[in-house]
Every structure is written in structure tokens, then in C-alpha cells.
């Protein structure tokens, strides 16, 4: 059994900052890529960021130079610092990984969510 679990979630003033984590747990042999999706209601999932498991970094468009993704592999744990946000970074922020439990094929495992609201 894999779970990922994040938080740091919460309630943010226009142009303020927040961080996630997202913490990966259970019978893991090897964590590859690692991803932040985010859901504004009424739209659909989309990317935010991802890493790989050497550090190689993408960003959506609309949060470059103001996210960034990180990671620590021996805390089997992703981060998104959030800067300058802005009412339309409100949404369900999910992370997401492909994860290896024994030498086959990784799969694909999801958090919960963690809630992001921007708001004066």
C-alpha cells in the first residue's frame, strides 16, 4: 500500500505565499517523477509542475518565476512554494507521482488534495 499525503494547504492574501508538501509513504522501492496538478472549480485538472527523480524541473506557464517544485528523495517528499499568488491560483492542488513498490513497472499514485484559496 502507497499513500501520498499533502498539506499546507490554506486560506491567502492576494500576492502572499504558501507552501505544499506532499509526503509519500508505504512499501516504495523507487519514487520517479513527481507532480503538482491543481482543479479550479468548474474547470479541468491541469499540470502545475513536475520533477524528476534527478531534479529536472517543468512549470505551467502561468506560475513560471513565481512556483517552485523541489524534492527530497530520502524524505520521499515534494514541495510547491508558492509566491505572488493570485486570486486565479485558487483551486484543489494534488500531488502526484509515479511510484516503483518492486522492480516492475512504476504506477501512478494521487493525494487527497489540499485546498488553495486566494483572497483578500
Known amino acids: 500500500q502507497v499513500q501520498l499525503v499533502e498539506s499546507g494547504g490554506g486560506l491567502v492574501q492576494p500576492g502572499g505565499s504558501l507552501r505544499l508538501s506532499c509526503v509519500a509513504s508505504?512499501?516504495?522501492?523507487?519514487?520517479?517523477?513527481m507532480r503538482w496538478y491543481r482543479q479550479a472549480p468548474g474547470k479541468e485538472r491541469e499540470l502545475v509542475a513536475a520533477?524528476?527523480?534527478?531534479?529536472?524541473?517543468i512549470y505551467a506557464e502561468p506560475v513560471k518565476g513565481r512556483f517552485t517544485i523541489s524534492r527530497d528523495n530520502a524524505k520521499i517528499t515534494v514541495y510547491l512554494q508558492m509566491n505572488s499568488l493570485k486570486p486565479e491560483d485558487t483551486a484543489v492542488y494534488y500531488c502526484n507521482a509515479d511510484i516503483r513498490r518492486t522492480l516492475g513497472l512504476p504506477e501512478d499514485y494521487w493525494g487527497q488534495g489540499t485546498q488553495v484559496t486566494v483572497s483578500p
Open positions: 520533477i524528476s527523480s534527478g531534479g529536472s524541473t
Open positions: 508505504g512499501s516504495i522501492f523507487k519514487v520517479n517523477t
